[in-house]
């Protein structure tokens, strides 16, 4: 029997909510698509993540057969595009077995599901399936300002082993344009992934 050249690659789940930052969710999968270490990315899109890329991203998304590719940019040879309502699907069981997951962005109204174990869309089993197999589970939330529900709602979804990872982009590397920003934020979430970039700044103390 053959060796599988994708056994000791990763499988990434890569949900993608309702929330405004379209570019994040381009870039991340674009960065997963990218990495060698990478061997199979599952795609989900809320529907509301669908008309949030439609208007921030202008893409068309009346087709959803080759939405993974318009998103990324190119072809996308590891990504498979899951539709949110397929609760059936292979990465809404425990026994499939997934490396991580990222909800980039992630609204406040899917964290508010995840934090109290309410499981009605592919996404949210999805990350149900990541904490209670005690697997890699980053939200990178992005809403403000945020009110007492959706504090306590991040703070019973961290007790549970999921990663707050807010959309709040760095400064001290000295970007230059948006896509600096976007670039390196989506290179600060996928090293929580244990996939870091080779184009992540890294502080080293005071500047010569």
Request: aromatic share 4%.
């Amino acid at each position: 029997m053959p060796p599988n050249a994708n056994i000791d690659k990763k499988t990434v789940v890569l949900g993608v909510t309702g929330a405004s930052g379209a570019v994040f969710a381009r870039r991340t999968l674009q960065m997963l698509e990218a990495d060698e270490r990478v061997g199979k990315v599952h795609l989900v899109i809320s529907g509301a993540g669908l008309k949030v890329l439609r208007e921030e991203l202008e893409l068309d998304v009346t087709k959803k057969t080759d939405i993974a590719a318009r998103l990324a940019g190119s072809a996308t040879p590891k990504t498979t595009y899951l539709l949110d309502s397929d609760i059936g699907a292979s990465i809404a069981s425990g026994s499939y077995r997934v490396d991580g997951m990222v909800i980039i962005p992630c609204s406040t109204g899917c964290l508010a599901q995840i934090a109290n174990g309410i499981s009605s869309t592919l996404i949210e089993r999805a990350a149900d399936v990541c904490l209670k197999e005690s697997r890699k589970l980053i939200l990178a939330i992005r809403d403000t300002p945020l009110n007492r529900v959706h504090l306590r709602n991040m703070l019973h979804a961290q007790e549970a082993g999921a990663d707050i990872f807010p959309i709040i982009p760095s400064f001290y590397h000295r970007p230059k344009t948006i896509d600096d920003l976007v670039t390196q934020f989506c290179c600060r979430v996928l090293a929580h992934l244990g996939l870091e970039q080779s184009n992540q700044f890294h502080w080293s103390g005071e500047r010569p």
